[in-house]
């Protein structure tokens, strides 16, 4: 055990020895030698500054989003936990996202915390296949953390606040604004909950999705004009219930939305 814990100091310590001696090292050089030897999992385009502090005009990811306009700040003392920690501020789709993302040497644990993100609804059904009409308003993203570990589901605490939401099925429905919060527990299933306040209808759900990343969709809609043209939509889609609620379930895979 004394050999293990003298041997984590030494790793540290290295680890920490040889970023300090290429953090002057202009970035560019730094990530050109990493994407050589495949030892990134993305591609920098236009990088300016140094390992500490500098700037990407564009980052591409396999099956993600394009970053653009990416500048990162490294926190020198995080190494001295064997951790590269940065915050990040970059655009997708000429959205402005902020965060902080800190990954673990020991054990390659990523972290993402206290991001900041607003998406028109229409740039979102660009970025993700979601399984519902054509989506109106903003997306407004609070991410407490996201927690990713190799070879499992990422965990999550999030809220969203869905402004001025619409959905357009036969005709355009009025939504008001949507509250959606996230959240995951300890055995990795994380559950979605859904609500509404103001529009032309109450809702409120519930979507899951565990290790195996499949999920379950169930949300519930009820017009608050029982006859009106928003009722005479939803009976296309699901069946009306006693109390004059619409329920609307899916399942599938989360690869199929592109997550």
Sequence with gaps: QVIMKRWHIISVLLFSYFFFLSANIPASRVLNNLQQKGNLPAIFYGVQGTVWQGHADSVLI???PKLENLDWSVNPFALLLA???????TEIHKQHVSGHI???YFGGDLYISDTEARLPAKT???????????LGGEFEFYID??????????????EI????????????????QVNISISTDDAGQTRIAFTNSGGELNMNGEASTGTD?????NITLKPKDPTGETAQSLNLFAQRQADGSYVFKHNGNLGQ???
């Design 213 to 217: 990343r499949n999920y379950i969709l």
């Design 161 to 176: 606040f869905w402004q001025h939401a619409k959905l357009a099925l036969t005709q355009t429905v009025d939504l008001g």
């Design 83 to 89: 951790r590269l920690s940065a915050g990040i501020e």
């Design 257 to 259: 939305l592109g997550f």
């Design 124 to 134: 979102l059904q660009q970025i993700i296949e979601l399984p519902l009409g054509e």
């Design 102 to 104: 800190s990954w673990h």
């Design 145 to 158: 953390s996201i927690h990713w570990q190799p070879e499992t589901t990422p965990q999550i605490e999030a």
């Design 62 to 64: 396999p099956g993600q």
